[in-house]
T-cell receptor
């Protein structure tokens, strides 16, 4: 299994500002994933982060709004830029297990934009 | 393209009663199927998974699910509900290129009444 630490666990931010969320994994992984969970809804994949290359974004998400870094095989960051109240969500980091048959999730970052 | 539907956004059962959470999927290739549980203010925890082995899959906390290809279903059951089972449950599907395409259902909130 993989243990994922996500920071911060929650934050309240002013609109127009940016927040960077950190994701640390206890083992080396090829791919890391960032999801958004809007209030009362399911998870939506924002992007896939591969080490050494640019992240791959899903439809509806762009790099300028959600820049991602992946400096090594155990760490990634997601920045939510120029925030508005619509960005209030839980943001989750995820990795795939070595056998590619399970996804592990961080505890999530609960973001409120006021 | 893959998709997942979960019938019933909210299910209520009495303590000790049968739990049945429904999941139907659509996939153009043999799927991997998963059930995840999310307790309040927490990340997602894997309950069980189907990866083309036995069609009846047993998971943690007494849950099990049966893969029925003819019905494209993967319903989650537990014979006797416990108060601690109250949570949000997500069904998810992935194709054989696991990690390239992982889709979550909308979720079902399970309430357990005393």
């Amino acid at each position: 299994s993989a243990v994922i630490s996500q920071k911060p666990s929650r934050d309240i931010c002013q609109r127009g500002t940016s927040l960077t969320i950190q994701c640390q994994v206890d083992s080396q992984v090829t791919m890391m994933f960032w999801y958004r969970q809007q209030p009362g809804q399911s998870l939506t994949l924002i992007a896939t982060a591969n080490q050494g290359s640019e992240a791959t974004y899903e439809s509806g998400f762009v790099i300028d709004k959600f820049p991602i870094s992946r400096p090594n095989l155990t760490f990634s960051t997601l920045t939510v830029s120029n925030m508005s109240p619509e960005d209030s969500s839980i943001y989750l980091c995820s990795v795939v297990g070595k056998m590619n048959t399970e996804a592990f999730f961080g505890q999530g970052t609960r973001l409120t934009v006021v | 393209a893959q998709s997942v539907t979960q019938l019933g956004s909210h299910v209520s059962v009495s303590e000790g009663a049968l739990v049945l959470l429904r999941c139907n999927y659509s996939s153009s290739v043999p799927p991997y199927l998963f059930w995840y549980v999310q307790y309040p203010n927490q990340g997602l925890q894997l309950l069980l998974k189907y990866t083309s082995a036995a069609t009846l899959v047993k998971g943690i906390n007494g849950f099990e699910a049966e893969f029925k290809k003819s019905e494209t279903s993967f319903h989650l059951t537990k014979p006797s509900a416990h108060m601690s089972d109250a949570a949000e449950y997500f069904c998810a599907v992935s194709d054989l290129n696991y990690g390239q395409n992982f889709v979550f259902g909308p979720g079902t909130r399970l309430s357990v009444l005393p």
